[in-house]
């Protein structure tokens, strides 16, 4: 069985300044790894993902996770806020039995202080 | 670039109605799947598809039903809506090839109230 735990349901933070959203995954077997972003009344859009190559993953607008194994986290991190990265952030595991069944974490709601 | 669409962004419907919501792709992906989102639960998925007249249940399918005729158009039933189906629902697609992993790309929700 595979599960995620994203550690906050909201975070704020002030325009500028660094993000970092947590995420805890459980899984038996080797994992994939996601975030997802969801802006109001959208789809959600793929930010970054791990599937076993590189640790440090990059995404798009500027954000990154680290894939840690030895402390099963996958946090995101982006070094400088902006305005337009206000959104509901989902972190997804997954793993590679050859079919793609997502397990989702319960969100994080990112707001930006102007 | 991938697309995804959903027949409706909001829906309103009465107890009991049958209830259909479409969902079609247009990048020829084998796999396609609704979730149902709701607040601090996250996104939960009720069925998937990986071929043409092919179902499989996820974790909340009672309620739910689906079919797929055509590889582009995957479409959620609900036989007789109750007002506890309220929700947002997001259709998502994806390639399939063998153990690589491909991620799903996902259409812009309906939000479905029933009343």
């Known amino acids: 069985a595979q599960s995620v735990t994203q550690l906050d349901s909201h975070v704020s933070v002030s325009e500028g300044t660094p993000v970092l959203l947590r995420c805890n995954y459980s899984?038996?077997?080797?994992?994939?790894l996601f975030w997802y972003v969801q802006h109001p009344n959208k789809g959600l859009q793929l930010l970054l993902k791990y599937t076993s190559a590189a640790t440090l993953v990059k995404g798009i607008n500027g954000f990154e996770a680290e894939f840690k194994k030895s402390e099963t986290s996958f946090h995101l991190t982006k070094p400088s806020a902006h305005m337009s990265d206000a959104a509901e952030y989902f972190c997804v595991v997954s793993v590679n039995f050859g079919n793609e069944k997502l397990t989702f974490g319960t969100g994080t709601r990112l707001t930006i202080i102007p | 670039d991938v697309k995804v669409t959903q027949s409706s962004r909001y829906l309103v419907k009465r107890t009991g109605e049958k209830v259909f919501l479409e969902c079609v792709q247009d990048m020829d992906h084998e796999n396609m799947f609704w979730y149902r989102q709701d607040p601090g639960l996250g996104l939960r998925l009720i069925y998937f598809s990986y071929d043409v007249k092919m179902k499989e249940k996820g974790d909340i399918p009672e309620g739910y039903s689906v079919s797929r005729e055509k590889k582009e158009r995957f479409s959620l039933i609900l036989e007789s809506a109750s007002t506890n189906q309220t929700s947002m629902y997001l259709c998502a697609s994806s390639f399939f090839r063998g153990r690589l992993f491909y991620e799903q790309y996902f259409g812009p929700g309906t939000r479905l109230t029933v009343t």
């Open positions: 899984s038996s077997y080797s994992p994939s």
